[in-house]
């Protein structure tokens, strides 16, 4: 089976301490190995102020995650970035050719 590139566009609390953080690309680097994908780069974009109010936040730490994997492990990435209570909205995107 091939892997597919994918785009995993999160928004995490701003409030989160580095080490909160760090804890999170973590899971998520290691949520897409185990579904033997490969991550090719994580980019924080930093803290931005949101269009509108999300959980009584203003702002959100973006980070963008490039990866490769099963279009088979997609649904259970999805449903894990669901549990995660630090994260206020999450997209993941197929890459185009």
Known sequence: MSNIAYELLFLAEPTLEQERLAA???RITNLISQGEGVVDSVDDWGIRRLA???KKFDEGRYILVNFQCPTSRIEALN???RLMQDVLRFVVVRKGD
């Open 24 to 26: 999170i690309q973590e």
């Open 79 to 81: 449903k894990q970035m």
């Open 52 to 54: 509108y109010q999300i």
